[in-house]
């Protein structure tokens, strides 16, 4: 099997891995922000043999949950009423902190100002906030299923004109009524319903002479069911969106982990960045005091006689042009200084300018080099951070795919409702009108002959219309069956269109990602083997340059050779250093890009990272 043939078989292996929803990434580095990693924050640089753990796990958005309890309820309604505002700190400006400077310097090695910079940079605390946010939208998704406990109390009054004599005995009729209401309602998990149980209380009273319970009470107690069967319902429809939030939540941890391998390969960069403008300026510094011993010897020998002034203006030309190379190399110095020094954010003095890191590493490869581009390929596909986020969107675009599916059936909802309610209070003797059964006498309508009256079994207080209300002699139910669909359905057609359009999309992008994959990762092992022979190239260069400077300034001072020739070789030397320097450092930074490529560079340094389960179960969630 071919080295790419191999490639593409890993990679469609692992494509299927990823439609299973098995997660590939079977070891590697854990990134924790540490949870209260922050601007302004420093440490100092750890032993480089202990790794660095930088874990974010769901719980790190709980700090973010603090003073949101029920107990913190009066401290926010305070708040609310209080006349201060906040002010962010960031938006003071104290000109005093703006001119304090940590002026010492603190020698490093790289793993060490990658840990402090992990550790300080608020660039990578803004990045492990992400995990997080994205953990909190998770929990909001799960809030879907919090039950909802809803409670109402109200007085109505009422008087009206009375319309006939027999309501009031006056000219007003007048009715108060107090109600007092509760609701639960709950989203099921399990089956997408919801379930409801409402327990309504209502009291009035009237100055109506033929309300024959006056005061009365009246409670009801009902419980409804709302039920898809068709259209929003299946095997674990109601927690798709929890899913999906819980997909998102973990490309957030990729993300963070590419933005982390991103930011730690600048930072080397920066670092050999620091080492290889000191090496140039000495290289120039060099260059410049021999150029100036050159001058001074030319000047001695025009005043003797036995060189011509055009050697000597030859010599202090170059010296000058010498004298402007280091200038220049002082400020790439300086620039490459104030970089790093920025990135590592050193700063236990809590200055406005943190300490000022100085490289202790050389240029020096001491990892062995593997020829295996194989091992390398399949290392990318494993580790790579940006394709493991791209294969949890492929999983949440099959996801999408599946709701959508769904949306194409017929909406079939049942509804079912069952009420009890009682009636209690003070029961009056009310007119017969005729009717045989005669339990009372209302001496109101006595005359010639008296006139019996009817009472209604309804006697009580509060409490025996909440006991009779258990009795269930008063009830009622509902069943009722709902059916809906467009006729073309046109909508859920598309929608499904769509949404197997953005899978097969994604799943075109992850492919494409893996060629990406393969050129990088190629070109990085091409250019680490040929800087690799390019680092022996230019040393043998530098010694052979030296060697004939050396042996030119001989011939110069026995007057076999004139001034240009000896500049001439000088240049050679300057050039051959320079170059020198220069595959050094590119040695060290096509090592760094090769790691970066392979998605391994946060294991490199002993950066560990893994992606954590961001499933929740709150005990609202399990029905």
Not at 26 to 55: E, F, L
Not at 279 to 286: C, D, G, I, M, W
Not at 472 to 477: D, I, L, S, T
Request: aromatic letters at 8%; one cysteine or more.
């Amino acid at each position: 099997m071919t080295r790419r043939n191999l490639f593409l078989s890993v990679a469609m292996t692992l494509m299927l891995i990823a439609r299973a929803g098995i997660d590939p990434r079977v070891a590697a580095a854990q990134t924790t922000s540490p949870a209260g990693m922050s601007s302004g924050m420093s440490v100092p640089a750890p032993p480089a043999q202990i790794p660095m753990t930088a874990t974010v796990a769901p719980s790190a958005a709980d700090q973010f949950e603090q003073g949101t309890s029920i107990i913190s309820l009066p401290r926010i309604l305070a708040h609310q009423w209080s006349l201060g505002e906040n002010v962010a700190p960031e938006s003071l400006i104290d000109q005093r902190y703006l001119r304090t400077t940590d002026n010492t310097a603190h020698p490093l090695t790289l793993k060490q100002v990658i840990f402090i910079a992990l550790s300080n940079n608020p660039a990578v605390a803004s990045i492990m906030l992400g995990p997080p946010g994205a953990t909190e939208a998770v929990r909001n998704a799960n809030g879907t299923f919090d039950p909802d406990l809803q409670a109402n109390a109200d007085q109505l009054k009422t008087v009206i004109p009375s319309t006939t004599a027999l309501e009031s005995g006056g000219d007003a009729l007048s009715t108060k009524q107090y109600d007092w209401n509760f609701s639960l309602n709950k989203i099921l998990a399990s089956s997408n319903g919801t379930l409801s149980a409402t327990f309504n209380n209502q009291r009035g009273i009237s100055n109506n002479t033929t309300q024959t319970i006056n005061p009365y009470y009246n409670p009801t107690l009902a419980i409804s069911l709302s039920q898809p069967l068709l259209r929003n319902f299946g095997w674990r429809f109601a927690t798709l969106n929890v899913r999906l939030a819980e997909s998102a939540q973990k490309q957030a941890q990729w993300q963070m982990a590419q933005q982390l391998e991103d930011f730690i390969l600048r930072v080397g960069n920066d670092y050999w960045s620091v080492v290889q403008s000191g090496e140039n300026l000495q290289v120039a510094q060099e260059s410049l005091k021999f150029n100036q011993d050159l001058v001074r010897q030319n000047q001695i020998s025009v005043r003797v006689g036995t060189l011509a002034p055009l050697d000597l203006q030859e010599a202090q030309s170059s010296a000058a042009t010498a004298a402007a190379n280091v200038y220049t190399a002082q400020a790439a110095l300086k620039t490459a200084r104030v970089t790093l020094r920025e990135d590592a954010m050193l700063n236990p003095e809590h200055a406005f300018l943190p300490a000022e890191v100085v490289p202790a590493d050389k240029p020096v490869l001491q990892q062995a080099v593997s020829e295996d581009e194989e091992a390398a390929l399949e290392d990318a596909v494993l580790y790579r951070p940006s394709l493991g986020q791209m294969r949890e969107a492929i999983r949440t675009a099959l996801t999408q795919v599946k709701f959508q599916e769904n949306q194409l059936l017929p909406q079939v909802n049942v509804t079912a409702q069952f009420s009890t309610n009682s009636l209690a209070g003070n029961a009056q003797c009310g007119a017969a009108f005729g009717i045989p059964q005669l339990n009372c006498f209302n001496p109101a309508l006595s005359g010639p002959p008296p006139l019996n009256g009817i009472k209604l079994p309804f006697e009580g207080s509060y409490n025996t219309a909440l006991n009779q209300l258990f009795n269930f002699g008063f009830y009622n139910y509902a069943v009722v069956l709902n059916y809906e669909r467009p006729l073309s359905n046109a909508l859920a057609r598309a929608s499904l269109a769509q949404a197997r359009v953005s899978f097969e999309q994604t799943r075109m992008q992850y492919r494409a990602a893996l060629s990406e994959a393969v050129v990088e990762v190629e070109s990085a092992l091409a250019n680490l083997h040929a800087d690799l022979k390019r680092v022996e190239a230019t040393k043998q260069a530098t010694y052979y340059a030296r060697q004939a400077l050396h042996d030119e300034q001989v011939r110069f001072r026995v007057g076999m050779a004139t001034t240009h020739d000896l500049l001439q070789y000088e240049n050679s030397l300057v050039t051959a250093q320079g170059q020198e320097v220069q595959a050094d450092v590119d040695l060290m930074n096509a090592w760094l890009t090769l790691e970066h490529a392979k998605g391994t560079l946060l294991k490199s340094f002993d950066v560990r990272f893994q992606i954590t389960d961001p499933h929740e179960t709150p005990w609202f969630t399990t029905f």
